[in-house]
């Protein structure tokens, strides 16, 4: 008897199980080969635009992801430096072996949690409450409660050309009776389809031809506990390289489009909008020249490369001359080809803001499973998973980020209140408090809420408030420290296009200004408080105006989410809302005012009768 049961061992499954456990719940993580855990099947990387931000908040929750991918990345890069703040980035290029055997021997060493290789057949209900999970192996397991987080492994089909295999990603076995169960239960599954790109040998690609890539030379990290040590210094970060399809590729790619499982009529799920194959980027984007794309190592341990933005359902002698169509690689020898995965996912819909099923009481879901795409997204679902499991059974109140708090917040409000029909990709431009959520700032949004649950230890918690304390002291100090006009001084604002100093003034209108930074004055204050705390507080000063005003409009989301809906309210027979609010109201059943208003195809006038109702 278990307190809570992780059915996979994807990015999703590592956070719930490790989420859930560290809250001291009897965990049993179920895996069908614990050698594949954190496994990276397609993009070898973790981070991106929105995405690293993602495993910024998962670091300030306690979760492992940053953790892993700090301490085995073969290059750090930060994206997006020439713009603001808002949407700074971080990426690394990831060690895929080095990371399932790091994740391998956390969740071993993690206590209250049992992993168990095992193929989960169907789940064990009974008056729609979940009771376990009945095994392939004729076994069953009880548990309080279940976390579903099987990612593209139900009942999958890998395509290729006009051919169609049983099997999930990387050779392994799909799950084809476990969505059959779902089903039977009123849960609604429907069909997505991703894939992936061929793997080539390293040492059969002509470099000379490609454009190095370099990372960022600076200390980066997603985890605020990684040291500088435990990452890989910048002198032995791995390099990625750059081409471009040539007007061979596509000529290649146009004549066999028929050949393809994408555009053969195989393919019966819906792909990624923002990671297409690339016959789709052919098709949608005609008018393209040349598509770009990168090449990156895999692991220092294999002598493979991943052309990423090259996936494809292509036959394999067709994929043959798609490769050898490409700069540096006419002469390479492909490791592994190519394919499209479908696969069974269920409606997100049918999912309460605490990720519990809205059918089956204590089955919660995160992952891919639940429509999304990625391994970030996937992670973030699954330590709010775990952390809704365990404070359920404890009898206490969801944990529900809102919108204004954190990109997790974002994506699974998306999820639950508008759906998707296709992959789901956290973007930047979905959050609209996205100067709120920023990378630098992922600890002060969220730390002490991971501490309050239980997922953040008493050490990181202490160090963060010394940390808060001395940001807030530097910004005091600011204000007091007098510049005096100099020749030095107007010259250095000159090279920063601003005019000469008139008159003095504190070293804090002085930081107002964009380009003006706290280690250049430091010649004429003697004033600086480190890289990691200047950077903070240049942040908080240069955009003081408009963070406050992103505050202010975060307020008014507040009020509406402090709106709770009855579970209970009579939707279909409320007067003067309109049908299609009527009956999508009746379908979601929002949690708040403020989820309501949210909902696609429900008016400003329909949540004004709704709250006057409602009170």
């Known amino acids: 008897m278990f307190d809570v049961i992780v059915i996979g061992g994807g990015h999703a499954g590592i956070e719930a199980a490790m989420a859930a456990s560290r809250m001291q719940k009897n965990t049993a993580l179920l895996t069908m080969n614990i050698d594949m855990v954190g496994s990276m099947p397609c993009n070898p990387s973790v981070g991106g635009p929105a995405k690293g931000i993602v495993v910024r908040e998962i670091d300030a929750l306690g979760g492992i992801m940053p953790v892993a991918a700090d301490q085995t990345a073969l290059q750090f890069k930060m994206l997006n430096t020439t713009k603001g ?30 992993v168990i290789e095992t193929m989960v057949a169907s789940l064990w209900i009974e008056d729609q409450k979940v009771r376990g999970v009945h ?62 790109p061929p793997r080539v040998k390293m040492d059969s690609i002509d470099f000379e031809k490609t454009s190095v890539q370099p990372g960022t030379d600076a200390f980066l990290r997603f985890s605020e506990t990684t040291k500088p040590e435990e990452v890989l210094p910048f002198s032995q970060q791995e390099v990625c390289h750059l081409i471009y399809t040539t007007p061979k590729t596509h000529e290649i790619i146009r004549s066999h489009l028929k050949d393809s499982a994408m555009y053969s009529g195989l393919v019966k799920g819906v792909g990624p909008r923002y990671c297409p194959s690339i016959e789709d980027k052919l098709v949608r984007f005609a008018d393209k020249p040349r598509h770009q794309l990168f090449l990156e190592p895999e692991s220092k341990s294999l002598d493979t490369i991943y052309i990423q933005g090259f996936s494809t359902s292509m036959p394999i002698d067709v994929q043959e001359e798609m490769v050898h169509s490409l700069p540096g690689l006419e002469n390479c020898v492909i490791e592994k080809y190519a394919y499209a995965i479908e696969y069974d996912a269920i409606d997100p819909l049918q999912m309460h803001p605490n990720m519990e099923n809205k059918i089956v009481e204590n089955l919660f879901t995160a992952g891919q499973v639940n429509g999304t795409s990625g391994y970030e997204e996937a992670a973030g679902q699954g330590l709010m998973a775990g952390i809704n499991a365990a404070l359920k059974l404890d009898g206490k109140a969801p944990f529900i980020l809102r919108r204004d708090q954190a990109y997790i917040g974002v994506m699974i409000d998306d999820l639950c209140t508008k759906g998707t029909k296709e992959p789901y990709r956290l973007l930047t431009s979905r959050a609209e408090y996205r100067l709120l959520l920023r990378h630098d700032n992922a600890e002060e949004r969220l730390l002490e809420m991971g501490y309050e649950i239980g997922c953040v230890d008493e050490k990181r918690y202490q160090t963060f408030c010394h940390k808060q304390e001395a940001i807030q002291k530097a910004i005091e100090d600011l204000k007091e420290v007098h510049v005096k006009p100099s020749d030095a001084l107007n010259a250095y604002l000159q090279s920063c296009g601003f005019e000469p100093m008139q008159r003095g003034m504190t070293e804090y209108q002085l930081l107002k200004r964009p380009k003006v930074k706290i280690s250049d004055l430091t010649t004429f204050t003697n004033v600086d408080f480190g890289e990691e705390i200047n950077s903070h507080i240049e942040i908080a000063i240069k955009y003081e105006g408009y963070i406050n005003k992103a505050k202010r409009d975060a307020k008014h989301l507040q009020q509406m989410e402090s709106v709770a809906l009855p579970k209970d309210l009579d939707y279909a027979h409320m007067d003067n809302i309109s049908l299609e609010a009527r009956q999508k109201l009746s379908e979601i059943r929002p949690a708040t005012l403020g989820q309501a208003s949210r909902i696609s195809g429900i008016n400003p006038s329909d949540i004004a009768i709704l709250a006057m109702k409602v009170r």
Not at 160 to 179: D, K, V
């Open 85 to 114: 703040p808002g949407v700074w980035s971080l990426r690394v290029q990831s060690d895929k072996e080095a990371y399932k055997k790091f994740m391998k021997q956390a969740l071993l060493k993690q206590e209250h949690l049992t």
């Open 135 to 196: 095994c392939q192996d004729g076994t069953s397991i009880e548990s309080k409660a279940v976390i579903l987080t099987t990612g593209t492994y139900m009942t999958s089909s890998v395509l290729r050309g006009h051919t169609a295999t049983s099997s999930g990603p990387e050779s392994q076995p799909t799950i084809n009776t476990l969505s059959e169960s779902l089903r039977t239960a009123g849960i609604r599954t429907f069909r997505l389809k991703t894939g992936t």
